[in-house]
């Protein structure tokens, strides 16, 4: 048999220069993929639209959370109004006043009784005119009885 048909197994060859005719070189162990290009990029772009998802959800949650801001600022921006004022709001006496906007009511405080047309509702008092034309602002806090 001759040698040429055999394989060569040789692990290191050094050689400043090899000469053959028909030289066939196959690596020992497993084989790289055929396209490893192509699955780097098919990994690439799973992630690639995996962290796009991600961003839009962060984008979501970032607008979610400006609402949110924006409500608190508004209720302390109230509050602020609130204490500054000395004059808490009642939306109990705010919606009676409100309904009878125009009538003329007969307001209970502990200094006496005021009677007079609603003519301006606020969050924290009330606006009467009374029949001689004086204008009373009464305080929601002050109010004990209206008629």
Partial sequence: MSTLNRPLRVGVI???RIVAQNLQIRSVGPSPSPFPVRTILREL????????HEVRELEHEN????RQLHELRERVKR???QISSGQ?????LQALFASKQG???????????LTGTVTLVGTNAVELTESSG???????????GVQ
Avoid: F, M, W
């Avoid at 772009?45 to 796009?52: F, N, P, S, T, Y």
């Avoid at 607008?63 to 400006?66: G, S």
């Avoid at 004086?134 to 004990?144: A, G, W």
């Fill in 79 to 81: 509050l602020e109004a």
């Fill in 45 to 52: 772009r799973v992630k690639v639209r995996h962290l796009e």
């Fill in 14 to 16: 050094r050689a400043q």
């Fill in 103 to 113: 009538q003329v009511v007969t307001v209970s405080t502990a200094s006496g009784t």
């Fill in 63 to 66: 607008r979610e959370i400006e």
């Fill in 88 to 92: 808490p709001p009642n939306p109990a």
């Fill in 134 to 144: 004086d204008i009373l602002v009464i305080p929601y806090s002050k109010i004990t």
